[in-house]
C-alpha cells in the first residue's frame, strides 16, 4: 500500500504540530536556564533567549549560599525521603491484608476506607485536628497526615490480588507465616507497581507547598516550594539578601549592584526543578504503568 | 470468630496503621463539621462550643460569595470544556507518527510538564509575562506596542489559568488513551485499508470508536471535579488586580478560615462544597451503572 501524497503531507503537518509542542514545553526551562546564567542588569535590558550573553554563576552563589534556601531543602528532601519510604511500607502492609479475602469484617474495613475518598470534612475541621495533635509547626505535619494514601492502596491492593494465589498457597504449605509471605513473595513481585507509587509520592512531597504555607509559621520548617511561593510576590531581594548570612556575597558590592530578582528567582526555581529533570529520563518506564494500573477499577 | 480473628492477627497487626490514620485525619475532622454550627475559637475544645444555630450560614446572602461560586464554575467549565477534548486530539496525533523513536520523544517530552509543581508553572507565567523584561512584553515592545500586565489584570487571568493548565496536563492525559488505542485490533486497519478507507475514514470508524469507552470513563469521572478548581493552580497567581474574578470556593475557605479566622463560617462553606461534591460523586456512578452496567466502586 502507497501512502497518498495527501496522506505524506498530512504526516509531515503533524510532525510539525507536535514538535512546536515539544519546543512549548522544553523551551521555558531553556530561558529560565539562560536568564539565571546571565547577569541580572544585562538580562534586564532584554534580548536573552536561548543562552546567557553575559555568562555570570553569581545568581546560583548567592541562592546556594544562603542559609533559608539550603535549609529549605534540606527539609524538602527530608520529608521527601520519610515520607516515600513510610507511606509505601503503610500502603503496602494494609493493600496486603486486606488481598486476604477470608478475612472477618474485610468488607467492613474496606468500607471505613473507601467512604473517605467520598467525602471529607474538609479544610478547616483539617487543620483544627492537626492543631488539636500539636502537629501544627512541626516536621511532621507534612508526613503524617498522607501517610496512608488511600488511592495507593487501591491500586497495591488491586495489583496483589493479581499474584497468582497459588504462589502464596505453596508458601504457607511450607510453613511461611504472612510476615515471610510478604517479604519474600509479594515484595519481589510488586517491585514495579512499588516503583511507580513511590515516584508518585515522592513527586507530590516535592512538589507541596501547601503544607509548608499554611500549616507551618516558623520560618526554619519550609520546604523549597513554600520558600519559592513567599519568592513569587517579593518586590525586593530582602527575602534573599536580607539576612545577615551573606555576608560574604554582600561584600562583593559592586557584583551585587547587577544582581535583579528575576535572575534569582530563575535560579531558584532551576535549582528546585533540576532534580526533576534529572531523574525524569530513568524513572519514566514506570510511571505510564502506575497510571494504567491505576486507572482500572479496584 | 474469636479463633479465625486470632488466626488473622497479623493482617489486622498491618492494616491497623491504616485505619488509625483514616481515624486520626478524615473521621475526626468529619465529625469536626459540627463547628459549622458552633461559636468556636482556637485553642478552645470543639465539644465545649456553644451552639450557634445557623449564624455561620449567613455566607449565603452575602454577595461576594455569589461571585465566589461564580468564579469557581466558570474557570471549572472552561477548563473542562478546553481540557477534556485536547488529550484526546492530542493522543490522535501522536498516534498517527509512524517513526517510533520521534514518538517515544514526544511522548517522554509532553508528560513531562505534570512533575512540577504549579508554583513552578508560575515562575515560568512570571518569566514570559512579567511588565518589566517579561519575554512576551519584549516581543511586544519590539513591535511598538504597549506593555500589557498580563499578571496583573483581570481579563487576561482566566486565558492565563486555561492555558497553563493545559500546558501542564494534556500531555500527561493522553497516556490513558494511548493504551487504549494500542488494544485496537490492527486487522480493523488492514482491513479498511483493503477496502480503500483513506486515514480520515480509519481515524473516524475504528479509532475513535475503539477509544469511546476510555472517553466515557474520563468524562464521567472527571463530573465531581467540575465545582472545584484547584487552589493549587488557581493561589500563586491571585492578586489584588485579579481578585475579582480569581476568588474561588476554595481560596474562600482559606482566607476565612485560616487566614482571617472565621472557623465556624469557613467551615460552613466547606461542608456546603463537600455535600455538592457527594451528590455529584454518587449521580455520576448511578450514570454510569446505567450506562455502562457497572458502576465506579
Known amino acids: 500500500m502507497k501512502a497518498s501524497r495527501g496522506e505524506k503531507i498530512a504526516e509531515y503537518i503533524i510532525i510539525i504540530l507536535l514538535s512546536l509542542l515539544c519546543v512549548s514545553v522544553l523551551y521555558p526551562f531553556l530561558y529560565m536556564l539562560a536568564i539565571s546564567l546571565n547577569d541580572g542588569a544585562d538580562a534586564a535590558k532584554g534580548g536573552v533567549y536561548l543562552w546567557p550573553r553575559s555568562f555570570t554563576l553569581i545568581n546560583y552563589e548567592i541562592v546556594l549560599g544562603n542559609e533559608t534556601i539550603r535549609h529549605s531543602y534540606l527539609i524538602t528532601v527530608g520529608r521527601t525521603i520519610i515520607g516515600t519510604v513510610g507511606g509505601l511500607l503503610v500502603t503496602l502492609l494494609v493493600a496486603f491484608g486486606l488481598s486476604y479475602r477470608g478475612l472477618p469484617l474485610r468488607s467492613m474495613i474496606l468500607s471505613y476506607i473507601l467512604l473517605t475518598m467520598l467525602f471529607s470534612g474538609g479544610l478547616v475541621p483539617f487543620y483544627i485536628q492537626l492543631n488539636n495533635l500539636g502537629l501544627i509547626n512541626t516536621f511532621w505535619v507534612y508526613i503524617l497526615p498522607g501517610l496512608f494514601s488511600v488511592w495507593n492502596m487501591f491500586v497495591m491492593l488491586k495489583f496483589i490480588q493479581g499474584i497468582p494465589e497459588a504462589l502464596i498457597e505453596s508458601a504457607e504449605l511450607d510453613g511461611a507465616g504472612p510476615v515471610r509471605i510478604l517479604w519474600q513473595i509479594i515484595v519481589p513481585l510488586s517491585k514495579p507497581m512499588l516503583a511507580a507509587l513511590g515516584l508518585f509520592t515522592a513527586v507530590g512531597h516535592w512538589n507541596d507547598w501547601f503544607a509548608g504555607a499554611f500549616f507551618v ?3 526554619n520548617l519550609i520546604p523549597v516550594q513554600t520558600f519559592l511561593q513567599q519568592l513569587l510576590a517579593a518586590q525586593d531581594l530582602s527575602a534573599v539578601l536580607g539576612s545577615n548570612n551573606n555576608q560574604e556575597a554582600l561584600a562583593r558590592s559592586s557584583q551585587l549592584q547587577n544582581i535583579t530578582l528575576m535572575s534569582i528567582k530563575m535560579s531558584v526555581v532551576m535549582v528546585s526543578a533540576l ?13 505510564v504503568k502506575g497510571v494504567l494500573l491505576g486507572s482500572v477499577k479496584g | 470468630m474469636f479463633n479465625k480473628i486470632y488466626k488473622y492477627r497479623w493482617q489486622y497487626l498491618m492494616i491497623l496503621p491504616g485505619v488509625v490514620l483514616l481515624f486520626l485525619f478524615s473521621y475526626i475532622p468529619m465529625a469536626g463539621i459540627q463547628v459549622a454550627f458552633k461559636d468556636f475559637q482556637i485553642g478552645t475544645s470543639i465539644w465545649d462550643s456553644t451552639w450557634a444555630g445557623l449564624d455561620n450560614f449567613t455566607f449565603l446572602e452575602d454577595p461576594q460569595f455569589l461571585t465566589v461560586v461564580q468564579n469557581t464554575l466558570y474557570i471549572s467549565v472552561l477548563k473542562f470544556i478546553c481540557g477534556f477534548p485536547a488529550p484526546i486530539l492530542l493522543a490522535l496525533l501522536i498516534n498517527e507518527v509512524t517513526r517510533p523513536a520521534f514518538k ?20 515560568i507565567l512570571q518569566s514570559f509575562l512579567t511588565l518589566d523584561g517579561g519575554l512576551v512584553n519584549q516581543f ?6 504597549e506593555p500589557v500586565f498580563f499578571l496583573g489584570s483581570a481579563e487576561w487571568f482566566r486565558p492565563i489559568v486555561i492555558f497553563s493548565g493545559l500546558w501542564k496536563e494534556t500531555g500527561w492525559n493522553t497516556i490513558l488513551y494511548l493504551a487504549a488505542i494500542t488494544t485496537i485490533d490492527p486487522q480493523l486497519y488492514e482491513s479498511a485499508k483493503v477496502e480503500g478507507a483513506g486515514k480520515l475514514a480509519q481515524i473516524r470508524h475504528i479509532t475513535i470508536p475503539g477509544i469511546l469507552p476510555t472517553i466515557s470513563i474520563v468524562l464521567i469521572l472527571s463530573i465531581p471535579s467540575l465545582i472545584t478548581v484547584g487552589m493549587d493552580q488557581i493561589y500563586p497567581l491571585m492578586n489584588s488586580a485579579n481578585h475579582s474574578v480569581a476568588d474561588v470556593l476554595d481560596t474562600y475557605i482559606l482566607r476565612n478560615g485560616l487566614q482571617q479566622g472565621y472557623f465556624g463560617m469557613a467551615t460552613a462553606v466547606g461542608l456546603l462544597s463537600s455535600l455538592i461534591s457527594l451528590i455529584l460523586v454518587v449521580s455520576t456512578n448511578q450514570l454510569s451503572r446505567k450506562l455502562n452496567g457497572e458502576g465506579l466502586w
Open chain 1, 217 to 219: 509559621t516558623k520560618q
Open chain 2, 140 to 145: 511586544i515592545g519590539q513591535a511598538g506596542g
Open chain 1, 275 to 287: 532534580p526533576i529533570l534529572c531523574v525524569y529520563p530513568f524513572l519514566q518506564k514506570y510511571f
Open chain 2, 104 to 123: 517515544r520523544f514526544v511522548q517522554s517530552v509532553s508528560y513531562l510538564p505534570h512533575f512540577f509543581s504549579w508554583i513552578v508553572v508560575a515562575y
